[in-house]
């Protein structure tokens, strides 16, 4: 009986991400969402006008709603590129923009998802401040003590001074790290994606992961199922639990047929987390592009890092954050935290940390960089009004003094964005910027390049990835900090989605940050004014799709 149950499995593995169908394309889960979500605004679409043509009343009140919604927008504390927006829509087509608006213009979760996860993460602030000894001082000084005191108090992530931090100028070779992490693992392995897609990479990612749950590892993992929704069977979470008792699965706020504010806010983040001892993030999601084994956009550029030491914890937290939030089994942290000794709240942890800034005071070397490197991990929510990863990305801007080099497949800026590279530009900082020369969305391309014209009249130096699709979400700066994460330079990631990120300075990573940036100048195109001019009717077409922008 036992032969055959595993013969089961691995027939049922074997094909599970392989048979493609006809029948299984006809009723392909997301082709059906599609189909019920695109009748339900038709039905809706054709309510309201026939309401609105048919009774003067209704068109009144539908106006009047519409300038009772304006007068909120304008007295919201929101910026003001995102106002503008909404405005314009709801003034234009107040049947259209107002329930618009309810459904995508607040950007917060529902009410039960805030509810769960920030129950969630007090629990688990508390247990990792226990673990810290309370809230460790910012043990750093110059342009790391700012930032760190916000990622401190506004992301809820302590500073690390301890570990180190390994760049990856591609997917490939960062693989090739995650796979000899998961051989490793002895107590536990989790993984957050955004993307879970069958092919090369998830083969090796899953076979190890079933291995290990052999060994008797646990192994958890979070998908994103709208992210996953047209590369992942239905109810594939319950076919990795299936494999082994000690594989745990769910899939993150899941994709249903309804045309709900619920779909807005998806899990952005890549994380995996060995052990408590080692950790990887970036923009690799768990995808055959990713690693170069399939061409979806010509090359597929991308980064991530590796991190050692008490920063793991941070991105343990943040899988459990999401993890306890919704799962009925929650999971006690302390089995899965790091193993270092333990400091009650008012011990000696501060002494330490003053002790130790005292003898690294004027320890730096010649060009002013301290020996002991800087990592703070930090992740980004839609729970609250604050939006770090931006506040993290200007901060980078508005220091910068040499350069700036960003990387981003999407660049959809508001006002504060655009005015600091520009700024940045004017008092002669050399800025760069590198998007996608074959882009994945054509829509949000064209939106990316209408952001071209402003920058480079501020002086920007825009290049355009010519071997094909960048999907890196990094910047780095004046030799000494850097950022490496999920987040993009567009709405959605900035304001809608969960993500995550590293800060990091004086280590050695920073400058391999550069020389692959450098790197990628050489391959790229960079832009011209010349480029950006257009006719009448292109202005008139990317003047419409800034009005949507805080949609796409």
Same mark, same amino acid.
């Given at each position: 009986?036992? +032969?055959?149950?595993?013969?089961?499995? $691995?027939?049922?593995e074997k094909n599970?991400?392989r048979n493609?169908?006809?029948?299984?394309f006809?009723?392909?889960r997301?082709i059906?969402t599609?189909?019920?979500v /695109?009748?339900q605004?038709?039905?809706?679409?054709?309510m309201?006008?026939?309401?609105?043509?048919?009774f003067?009343a209704?068109?009144?009140?539908?106006?009047l709603?519409?300038?009772?919604f304006v007068?909120?927008?304008?007295?919201?504390?929101?910026?003001p590129?995102?106002?503008?927006?909404?405005?314009i829509? =709801?003034l234009? #087509?107040?049947?259209?923009?107002v329930?618009?608006?309810?459904?995508?213009?607040e950007?917060?979760p529902?009410?039960?998802?805030?509810?769960?996860?920030?129950?969630?993460k007090r629990?688990?602030a508390a247990?990792l401040?226990q673990?810290e000894g309370?809230?460790?001082p910012i043990?750093?000084?110059g342009?790391?003590?700012?930032i760190?005191?916000?990622?401190t108090?506004y992301?809820?992530?302590?500073l690390?001074?301890d570990?180190? #931090?390994?760049?990856?100028?591609?997917?490939k070779e960062?693989f090739?790290?995650m796979? @000899?992490a998961?051989d490793s693992? &002895?107590?536990?392995?989790?993984?957050?994606y955004?993307?879970v897609?069958?092919?090369?990479?998830?083969?090796?990612?899953?076979?190890r992961?079933?291995q290990? !749950?052999?060994?008797?590892?646990?192994?958890?993992?979070?998908y994103d199922?709208v992210?996953?929704?047209?590369?992942?069977?239905?109810k594939?979470?319950?076919?990795?639990?299936?494999?082994?008792?000690?594989i %745990?699965?769910?899939r993150?706020?899941?994709a @249903?047929?309804? *045309?709900?504010?619920?779909?807005?806010n998806?899990?952005h983040?890549?994380i995996l987390v060995v052990d408590?001892k080692v950790?990887?993030?970036g923009?690799?999601?768990?995808a055959?592009e990713y690693?170069? &084994?399939?061409v979806?956009f010509g090359?597929?550029k991308d980064?991530?890092?590796? #991190?050692?030491g008490?920063g793991?914890?941070?991105?343990?937290?943040?899988? *459990?954050n999401?993890?306890? !939030?919704?799962?009925?089994?929650k999971?006690?942290l302390?089995f899965?935290?790091?193993e270092?000794?333990?400091?009650?709240?008012g011990?000696?942890?501060g002494?330490?940390?003053q002790? $130790?800034?005292e003898?690294? +005071?004027?320890?730096?070397s010649e060009?002013g960089? %301290?020996?002991?490197p800087?990592?703070?991990?930090y992740?980004?929510?839609?729970?609250? %009004?604050?939006?770090v990863?931006?506040?993290?990305?200007l901060?980078i801007i508005?220091r910068?003094?040499?350069?700036?080099y960003?990387f981003?497949?999407?660049?959809? /800026?508001d006002?504060?964005?655009?005015t600091?590279?520009?700024n940045?530009?004017?008092?002669g900082?050399?800025v760069?910027?590198?998007t996608p020369?074959?882009?994945?969305k054509k829509t949000?391309? %064209?939106?990316?390049?209408?952001?071209?014209?402003?920058?480079l009249?501020?002086?920007? +130096? =825009?290049y355009?990835?010519?071997p094909?699709?960048?999907?890196?979400?990094s910047? #780095?700066?004046?030799?000494?900090?850097?950022?490496v994460?999920?987040?993009?330079?567009?709405?959605?990631?900035?304001?809608?989605?969960?993500?995550?990120?590293?800060?990091?300075?004086?280590?050695?990573?920073?400058?391999?940050? +550069?020389?692959d940036s450098e790197?990628?100048f050489?391959?790229?195109?960079?832009i011209?004014? &010349?480029?950006t001019r257009?006719?009448?009717i292109?202005?008139?077409?990317?003047?419409?799709?800034?009005?949507?922008?805080?949609?796409?």
């Open positions: 009986m036992r +032969k055959m149950n595993k013969r089961r499995k $691995e027939r049922i599970i991400l493609r169908t006809y029948k299984v006809i009723y392909n997301f059906l599609l189909l019920l /695109l009748l605004i038709l039905v809706y679409a054709l309201l006008v026939h309401f609105y043509n048919g003067r209704v068109m009144i009140t539908t106006e709603l519409g300038l009772l007068l909120y927008i304008i007295n919201r504390n929101e910026k590129s995102s106002k503008l927006n909404w405005v829509m =709801i234009a #087509v107040p049947v259209f923009g329930p618009m608006y309810m459904l995508f213009g950007g917060r529902t009410r039960r998802m805030h509810r769960r996860i920030s129950a969630a629990e688990n247990c401040a673990r309370g809230t460790p043990n750093c000084e342009r790391d003590e700012e760190c005191r916000y990622l108090r992301a809820g992530y302590p690390c001074r570990g180190e #931090v390994t760049y990856y100028p591609s997917g960062m090739k790290d796979l @000899v998961l693992a &002895e107590k536990f392995i989790l993984a957050e955004f993307i897609a069958g092919g090369k990479m998830w083969d090796e990612f899953r076979e992961l079933l290990k !749950a052999r060994q008797g590892v646990q192994i958890r993992l979070i199922d992210g996953s929704l047209l590369v992942l069977p239905p594939y979470d319950r076919y990795l639990e299936y494999l082994h008792p000690n %745990r699965c769910f993150f706020n899941p @249903v047929p309804i *045309f709900t504010m619920r779909m807005n998806r899990d983040r890549k408590g950790a990887f993030t923009g690799i999601n768990l055959d690693i170069d &084994e399939k979806r090359v597929w980064t991530g890092v590796r #991190v050692t008490s793991v914890d941070s991105f343990t937290v943040m899988f *459990f999401l993890w306890n !939030a919704f799962r009925k089994d999971e006690q302390n899965f935290l790091s270092r000794p333990q400091t009650e709240p011990g000696n942890a002494q330490e940390a002790k $130790e800034k003898e690294n +005071k004027g320890n730096v060009n960089k %301290r020996p002991v800087v990592i703070q991990p992740d980004d929510s839609p729970l609250d %009004r604050e939006s990863g931006e506040t993290v990305y901060d508005n910068a003094c040499d350069y700036v960003i981003t497949p999407y660049l959809i /800026l006002d504060f964005m655009r600091a590279i520009c940045a530009a004017k008092r900082v050399d760069r910027i590198v020369g074959i882009p994945d949000v391309f %064209r939106l990316t390049r209408s952001n071209y014209a402003p920058l009249k501020a002086g920007v +130096k =825009i355009e990835y010519k094909g699709f960048i999907h890196a979400k910047m #780095v700066s004046d030799d000494s900090c850097a950022v994460g999920t987040i993009n330079l567009d709405y959605r990631s900035l304001y809608l989605h969960f993500e995550n990120a590293v800060y990091f300075s004086g280590c050695s990573a920073v400058l391999d940050v +550069k020389r790197n990628i050489a391959v790229s195109r960079p011209s004014i &010349e480029d257009q006719g009448f292109g202005r008139l077409t990317d003047s419409v799709l800034r009005v949507f922008e805080t949609l796409l």
